[in-house]
């Protein structure tokens, strides 16, 4: 059977598909840097090179740089020669979230090493290596039925991700034709434990915002100036301390209005998976004590709860020695994740309209929207979603569980909207990989098994 040889060629290619994606992984391609500008493209380049190489037609880079939106290019295949087979749209990022702090990591994270069976360096399960196993999939199909697939393909890779995936949303909502298809197959999600096939249904959308407080013309001396002028970082800090309460509760009046409940069903399963709070907290967080609304239990918390974090405070004066400055301008990066039935341009007035209530006097206060995304929850009836399920039981020998993902990945809403396909969140992850964070790695046993899992999908799709 073809599938069968897909799995042998891709079993007997393993190191050097391994060798490729460590190639990949050692080019900078942080969407953020505008240093790295040149890099992000020429990860771009290489990926749309090798899925040239491996047959797939119409590869070309998409330009999204607007007048309005100084993007990075999409990457576009496809191969459309099996007519009455469904269509699948591969989606994936080629982008990398920025590797600080430095020092924390044990080898260099645009140096990829390879310890204890897993590939370390920045992007390597987030997304380069997840996006890998699609090309890798692809090209063990080919060589299997000589030149074609069981399936017609799309293919489409971005560079922004990491920075919200404005040029892949618009790319969709204006040209959404030329990505159609019947499914939508990402690999950005995670395990929920090691040999444990999982199947993501669920995702939260989020806000990404700039809290800015000012507080006079200029910085002044606190020597001449302190105990009378307002302290700009002092407000910021005092506006912060009342988005949230002790206990994790969020304070913006109604944000909790349209929160919409798991059901019973997804509550029940959600209690049978293999978690132990006290191994999540020492292991996977590291922390004394755990945080969060009371009265719900920590996957509810990570997956059906709204959150808000602050991830960053910059400004005033932070270098060697002292300086006694009264900032003028302090800045917090806050974000909210949202889940159904909550919506970005709604939650986003919330936090506006109420930082706007408790703005501290002599402060002015300004929050604006970076980027933002919906929450989803994907339906399980239809047979893209059962023949994963099979097919990922073929390669680990057990039954796929069903959870839902704490985090965000915006283009999932936009294949529902723009282009009305379900899609498949497919990723083999696991939960220490410390994606976004030092010493990012993915195993390379779900590297190989990912990369089976999805030769068998395809070829189940095609049935």
């Avoid at 840097?33 to 020429?42: L, Q």
């Avoid at 809290?211 to 302290?231: K, M, Q, T, W, Y």
């Avoid at 936009?414 to 009305?420: A, M, N, S």
Wanted: aromatic share 8%; hydrophobic share 40%.
């Amino acid at each position: 059977m073809a599938v069968e040889s897909a799995v042998e060629f891709a079993a007997g290619n393993g190191e050097r598909f391994v060798e490729e994606l460590t190639a990949l992984l050692r080019i900078p391609s942080v969407s953020t840097d505008p240093e790295r500008v040149g890099d992000v493209r020429k990860a771009a380049q290489f990926v749309a090179d090798e899925l040239a190489r491996i047959g797939m037609e119409n590869v070309h880079l998409i330009e999204t740089t607007t007048p309005t939106h100084n993007g990075h290019p999409l990457v576009y295949a496809d191969w459309l020669h099996v007519p009455g087979k469904p269509t699948v749209l591969c989606y994936g990022h080629y982008d990398v979230q920025p590797a600080e702090p430095l020092e924390l990591w044990k080898s260099p994270a645009f140096e990829p090493e390879i310890r204890d069976g897993n590939i370390y360096a920045r992007g390597a399960v987030d997304d380069k290596g997840q996006m890998w196993m699609h090309v890798k999939a692809l090209e063990s199909l080919m060589t299997a039925h000589g030149g074609k697939l069981p399936v017609n393909v799309r293919v489409i890779v971005e560079g922004e991700e990491e920075v919200g995936g404005e040029g892949i949303a618009a790319f969709v909502r204006e040209h959404g034709d030329q990505l159609k298809a019947d499914v939508a197959l990402v690999s950005d999600t995670e395990m929920f434990a090691p040999e444990l096939p999982t199947l993501c249904v669920g995702l939260r959308g989020m806000i990404y915002t700039e809290i800015e407080v000012n507080s006079a013309r200029g910085d002044l001396h606190s020597g001449i100036f302190g105990g009378a002028a307002p302290n700009s970082f002092i407000g910021l800090a005092q506006i912060i301390a009342k988005l949230k309460d002790e206990n994790g509760r969020i304070l913006l009046p109604h944000v909790y209005d349209k929160v919409q409940q798991p059901t019973e069903a997804e509550l029940e399963a959600w209690k049978k998976l293999p978690f132990d709070e006290e191994e999540y907290r020492e292991k996977e967080v590291g922390t004394s004590a755990l945080t969060g609304e009371p009265g719900y239990g920590v996957l509810h918390r990570l997956w059906a709860r709204p959150t808000l974090e602050v991830h960053g405070m910059p400004g005033g004066f932070i270098g060697a020695g002292a300086k006694t400055v009264i900032p003028a301008k302090a800045v917090a990066k806050v974000s909210m994740r949202l889940v159904p039935d909550m919506t970005p341009a709604e939650t986003f007035a919330l936090l506006r309209d109420y930082v706007a209530t408790i703005v501290p006097k002599g402060c002015t206060v300004e929050v604006r929207m970076i980027h933002s995304g919906d929450p989803i929850v994907i339906s399980t009836d239809n047979h893209f979603v059962t023949a994963a399920t099979e097919a990922m039981k073929t390669v680990f020998g057990k039954d796929t569980v069903f959870v839902r993902g704490g985090g965000s990945i915006p283009i999932v809403g936009d294949f529902v909207r723009e282009l009305g396909i379900p899609t498949v969140l497919m990723g083999f992850g696991l939960p220490d990989d410390n994606l976004h964070a030092p010493n990012e790695k993915f195993n390379l046993s779900n590297f190989h098994r990912g990369i089976e899992s999805i030769v068998r999908w395809l070829e189940l799709v095609g049935a």
